[in-house]
């Protein structure tokens, strides 16, 4: 057996084994600030990743570094409070290990989130953004022999994120009276924040918005066969002139995000109610 899929098999059947062999219907990516989710969730077992065979430690920022096994809206979900990154010199083997294992723990949907800076000059801190597509500027993590046991070697994202996904929420944003914006996500490596020249450059190739995460759980997602639904919570606004009064903080970050949890919550909970 391959060595990647054995570690796979084995992380998956850790978890399996600690949830009473349930399969979950769902899998969420809880980015930056944005754990408030997992407290709605009923949890039943909540397993620290570093017990996890295999899995790396979060160091992030906002990320507890659990992932969280309950009820949520009536549906049995999975939810990591925290990801893994690229910046945090970790292999893109690693950072896309628990989008493998959710796979391979039957999940038929995944919800990611995260916090991004906003490029939009029309966007402002706090705002939700669906994303209706990206622009990967991380190494692929589909690089390397296929996993053929999960998908096609060149699999398509004409539509990566997930078309009838997006106007489920967009109709539950509109009834709940919360106001969403949707644009293009660009994911770069990170950990530095982006320089003015940068964000020119990345308004001027159609990004909305910007971070260092969610592309790479969503290519290996893809990859999977797993339908994708990504929303941003604007944390800052990318600032396009060289004027030190305004600075990129990673704790704002982390506080913005934390003011917007409750109005995203909503959205994914309302969205899982209707899979």
Do not use: W
């Not at 009473?20 to 407290?39: C, Y």
């Not at 004409?158 to 106007?167: E, G």
């Not at 995000?257 to 899982?272: E, G, P, Q, V, Y």
């Amino acid at each position: 057996m391959d060595s990647r899929v054995k570690k796979i098999r084995e992380a998956a059947a850790f978890i399996s084994e600690s949830i009473g062999g349930r399969t979950p219907e769902a899998g969420i990516v809880l980015g930056s600030g944005l754990g408030k989710l997992g407290d709605a969730i009923e949890a039943e077992a909540v397993i620290p990743f570093a017990r996890i065979p295999h899995f790396v430690k979060s160091t992030a920022i906002g990320h507890k570094g659990n992932f969280i096994f309950g009820r949520l809206a009536g549906k049995y979900v999975c939810a990591m409070q925290g990801r893994f990154h690229y910046y945090e010199g970790y292999a893109m083997e690693q950072v896309t290990l628990p989008i493998r294992v959710m796979a391979a723990l039957g999940i038929k949907t995944l919800l990611v989130s995260n916090a991004a800076g906003g490029l939009n000059p029309s966007f402002q801190v706090g705002d939700l953004m669906i994303i209706r597509d990206h622009i990967n500027l991380l190494p692929n993590p589909l690089i390397g022999p296929n996993f053929a046991e999960f998908g096609d070697r060149f699999p398509d994202m004409t539509a990566a994120y997930d078309l009838d996904l997006i106007a489920r929420a967009e109709k539950i944003a509109k009834k709940a009276k919360i106001p969403v914006r949707k644009g293009v996500y660009l994911g770069n490596t990170g950990p530095s924040y982006e320089t003015p020249a940068e964000v020119r450059f990345y308004r001027c190739i159609g990004a909305d918005a910007v971070g260092m995460s969610t592309v790479p759980e969503v290519l290996v997602a893809r990859h999977c066969g797993i339908p994708v639904f990504g929303m941003s919570v604007i944390t800052n606004v990318s600032n396009i002139d060289n004027a030190s009064t305004v600075l990129n903080d990673g704790d704002d970050v982390v506080r913005a995000a934390d003011a917007a949890a409750d109005r995203m919550c909503t959205i994914f909970r309302k969205l899982i109610e209707s899979l």
